[in-house]
């Protein structure tokens, strides 16, 4: 029985090991994951690469998997192309350009929760990623924005970062002209922060 057992168990490491990519971070998001207006090494995701490789001497390889214009409608499609990578760690950063077009945010947090629930049963540890939306889009509707992260986030027992964009959003300086996009400072600025919440799960 003990060596049924045992056998069972190397098993489920092998599927595990198999499933997932010691080495692999998948940076799942919209054109602010991209670096829409600078250039794919000026993006926070190829900045985070670079800080894990300085900072703490790990061999890390970032997939960036941000698209611009993309919403959380379009995310598990990608996320299932990009699992053939086999990463062990999803940054999840979507539902800014849901929030920016009004869409139905039930809808959105559906969406969200079947990326994670897909990436969760894939072996991959989740990040989430919070974004916020200005009050020119109404107070109800921009507090049940903030809302629906920290719901998933407490459904999921997820590790978050409350604002991708903490510290570079309103900001003249960290942004582009568009005031929404941030410039090559802006994703130095996120790249940190982004680094310093996930050097832990590394």
């Known amino acids: 029985m003990k060596k049924i057992i045992l056998i069972l168990f190397l098993i489920n490491l092998q599927i595990i090991s198999a499933n997932t990519n010691s ?4 940076f799942l998001g919209d054109s602010l994951t991209e670096g829409l207006g600078v250039q794919k090494d000026d993006a926070f995701p ?24 993309s919403t959380t409608s379009d995310g598990l499609a990608r996320l299932k192309w990009y699992l053939k990578k086999k990463p062990y760690l999803v940054f999840l950063a979507l539902g800014a350009n849901d929030g920016l077009r009004g869409l139905n945010l039930e809808k959105s947090q559906k ?5 994670i629930k897909y990436a969760q049963k894939s072996n991959a540890k989740v990040l ?46 960290f ?28």
Do not use: C, W
């Open 23 to 26: 080495n692999t971070i998948l």
């Open 46 to 69: 190829k900045l985070v690469q670079t800080l894990i490789q300085t900072e703490l001497k790990k061999d890390i390889t970032v997939i960036n998997g941000g698209v611009s214009g």
């Open 111 to 115: 969406n969200l929760e079947e990326i």
């Open 128 to 173: 989430l990623a919070g974004m916020l939306m200005p009050p020119n889009y109404g107070l109800e509707y921009s507090e049940r924005f903030k809302k629906m992260y920290q719901e998933i986030k407490e459904k999921y027992k997820l590790e978050s970062m409350p604002f991708l964009l903490d510290g570079v959003a309103g900001k003249k300086e």
């Open 175 to 202: 942004n582009q002209a568009d005031g929404i996009h941030p410039n090559i400072e802006g994703h130095k600025v996120i790249a940190k922060k982004v680094f310093m919440f996930i050097k832990e799960y590394l």
